[in-house]
């Protein structure tokens, strides 16, 4: 399966944020939208990404005072990226190699969609749940 088969099923919708939003403007974005990670827009493209738990960790280390500082200050400024003609194997190597939950979908410098974790157990479970039928269905023509 590529990631565009995988974006056809689930959209390919991206919540974003720029870059001098502050971080409670991205906790708003976060809760309003019901995501884990947002993508950082700049005026070139992808600035960066910025999670919850980017949030969380930095709130341990800095306190509330973080809250109303730039998202810049925060995200993560080498994105791992794919494209929707990649596979969704080869994605999960790269979020497991990476240690990311999130990766934006990239095509011809444009921001095109972005594929969760979530979103690559969910494929993997759809593909075992059809094999199983599939077995089934053969061992019941017997």
Known sequence: MRIADLLRSKGNWVATVRPESSITDLLAGLAE?????????????????????????????????????????????VVATCTPRDSVDDLSVLMTQRRVRHVPVVEG??????????????????????????????????
Do not use: C
Not at 40 to 55: L, M, P, Q, Y
Not at 112 to 117: D, L, N, R, Y
Not at 127 to 142: F, K, M, N, P, R
């Open 33 to 77: 939208h019901n995501v884990g990670a947002m993508v950082v827009a700049g005026e070139d493209g992808i600035a960066g990404i910025v999670s919850e738990r980017d949030v969380v960790r930095k709130l341990n280390d800095h306190g509330p005072a973080l809250l109303e500082r730039p998202v810049s200050e925060i995200m993560t400024t």
């Open 109 to 142: 410098g444009r921001l095109v969609g972005i594929v969760s974790i979530g979103d690559v157990v969910k494929s993997r479970m759809e593909e075992l749940e059809a094999t199983q039928q599939q077995l089934a269905a053969y061992i019941a023509q017997g």
